[in-house]
Nanobody, 115 residues
């Protein structure tokens, strides 16, 4: 069973940066979409950023210009570079690989932005 393993979360001050990584433990074929979602306490999970078919990038309005999603096909890994972090970015961040035959989720990594 392929698993997604996330890393890079933590505590950072407002204005700081973090880089999240999400690697698949095995090969996943026919990936249509790779992305990051987040869920803050008491709120629904929301989309942060996605790469669709390797060429189309989408971002939530709240993170545009501050976050950058990227991928390494050879490593089956997706990254989220988060700059100019704000307290409202505090949440558990989940990665997602959507393939034609299966949908995979990471276990989540906590990001806390606080002084």
């Amino acid at each position: 069973q392929v698993q997604l393993v996330e890393s890079g979360g933590g505590l950072v001050q407002p204005g700081g940066s973090l880089r999240l990584s999400c690697a698949a433990s095995g090969s996943i074929f026919n990936i249509v979409r790779m992305g990051w979602y987040r869920q803050a306490p008491g709120k629904q999970r929301e989309l942060v950023a996605t790469i669709i078919n390797g060429i189309m990038f989408t971002y939530a309005d709240s993170v545009k210009g501050r976050f950058t999603i990227s991928r390494d096909n050879a490593k089956n890994t997706v990254y989220l570079q988060m700059d100019s972090l704000k307290p409202e970015d505090t949440a558990v961040y989940y990665c997602n690989f959507y393939a034609r035959t299966a949908n995979y989720w990471g276990q989540g990594t906590q990001v806390t932005v606080s002084s």
